[in-house]
Every structure is written in structure tokens, then in C-alpha cells.
């Protein structure tokens, strides 16, 4: 599968791909096309202050919790799930299913648990706004 790279952050491990070249690389262009539209996309959304949100965990269940921002990156608290290695790069939902942020895990031991965390990245902080613009929920 090809895709091309959109934007990359490697400070807070957020990259985002997009569809090849439909001229240069027209077959590959159709099976990324084939690919994404199998699937629902998860829109973007502005983070609220503070609310409640998702986590993914590792065993692929979802669990509760509470995130919080300052103007800057997402922390969250009372994580059902639990944050551990290996689940950096996991979206964060609002309550309603939107995509706020993702899970940076940085440190830890294999099977440490934590409630809480951060900061993690904000996809409407970190995120380039031409990017946004048309990725944002409307």
C-alpha cells in the first residue's frame, strides 16, 4: 500500500497521510482510494476545556475518561483503560466519537499502568491549519 505523507511531527509522533499521485502513480492511487473508502472516517473536533473522552486501549476496548486542556496539548485523568507503553499514537474521542488528540506515551516499563497523562497532542493545536481546514468537523 502506498500513501503520501502529508505532514509529520516527530516531537509529538503525529503524521498524516494522504492519497499518491493519481497521475505518476495511478494504480496505487486506486487501492488507497479502495482502502479509505471501506472505512468511516473519525472526524476532527476542538477539544472542549475540559470534559470527558475515549481511549483505545491496548487489548482494542474502549474506555472512559476525563481530558483537559490549557490552550496547549490534552491531559487526561481517570483513564479506564489505562495509559501504558505501546499506546502512543491512539486517537483520544470526545464523548460523541470526534478525534481531539492522540495518546503520547513517553518512558515506562512494559505493563505499567497509569490513569493519567500528558501532555498529548491536540490535533486542532498541532496540526498545520490548511490541514485543518478541511479536515475539521463542520
Do not use: K
Not at 503524521?15 to 499521485?21: I, R
Not at 505518476?24 to 473536533?45: G, M, N
Request: hydrophobic residues 40%; negative net charge; proline residues 7%.
Amino acid at each position: 500500500m502506498w500513501a503520501e505523507c502529508r505532514f509529520v511531527d516527530h516531537v509529538n509522533d503525529i503524521a498524516v497521510l494522504g492519497s499518491p499521485d493519481d497521475q505518476d502513480l495511478a494504480q496505487e492511487a486506486r487501492r488507497y482510494a479502495a482502502l479509505t473508502q471501506a472505512v468511516s472516517p473519525v472526524p476532527i473536533a476542538q477539544a472542549p476545556g475540559r470534559g470527558p473522552g475515549w481511549l483505545l486501549g491496548l487489548d482494542g476496548q474502549w474506555g472512559r475518561c476525563a481530558v483537559q486542556h490549557l490552550g496547549g496539548g490534552l491531559w487526561i485523568s481517570d483513564a479506564a483503560t489505562g495509559i501504558a507503553p505501546g499506546m502512543s499514537g491512539s486517537p483520544i474521542l470526545t464523548a460523541d466519537g470526534a478525534a481531539i488528540g492522540v495518546v503520547s506515551v513517553s518512558g515506562g516499563t512494559e505493563g505499567e499502568m497509569r490513569t493519567e497523562g500528558g501532555p498529548n497532542p491536540r490535533l486542532t493545536w498541532h496540526l498545520p491549519a490548511g490541514l485543518l481546514s478541511v479536515m475539521l468537523r463542520r
